[in-house]
């Protein structure tokens, strides 16, 4: 899995490519965690090039999304793929995150 952060006016936005799974979660929980614990309270994952999520990985977006929601900030997801997508139905996570087409639509949210 790869991490990418992208400053925006909006929001931070972390793109994640590849699989987010057992072996490498630790990787966006220490992201997510740095940047929540730096007072960042608008973040957008960027999903167009994740192929894969485990429930460790759902697990890390939903610790995420509660700690933002404390803070009164705003978290996001978008470009899911339809088969991410689908984890995210079967879970019932889609009525707990919101969730966006495109950065683009996701941007406006914010």
Do not use: W
């Amino acid at each position: 899995m790869e991490i990418v952060e992208d400053k925006t006016s909006q929001c931070v936005i972390i793109g994640i490519t590849g699989r987010l799974d057992t072996t490498n979660y630790t990787l966006l929980e220490n992201k997510l965690m740095e940047l929540i614990d730096n007072q960042q309270d608008k973040i957008l994952v960027e999903c167009s090039k994740m192929d894969y999520i485990s429930s460790s990985g759902l697990r890390i977006l939903l610790m995420a999304l509660k700690k933002l929601t404390a803070m009164k900030g705003k978290f996001a997801l978008c470009s899911l793929q339809e088969n991410i997508h689908e984890i995210f139905e079967i879970s019932g996570f889609t009525s707990i995150f919101e969730i966006h087409p495109s950065r683009e639509v996701a941007l406006k949210s914010f």
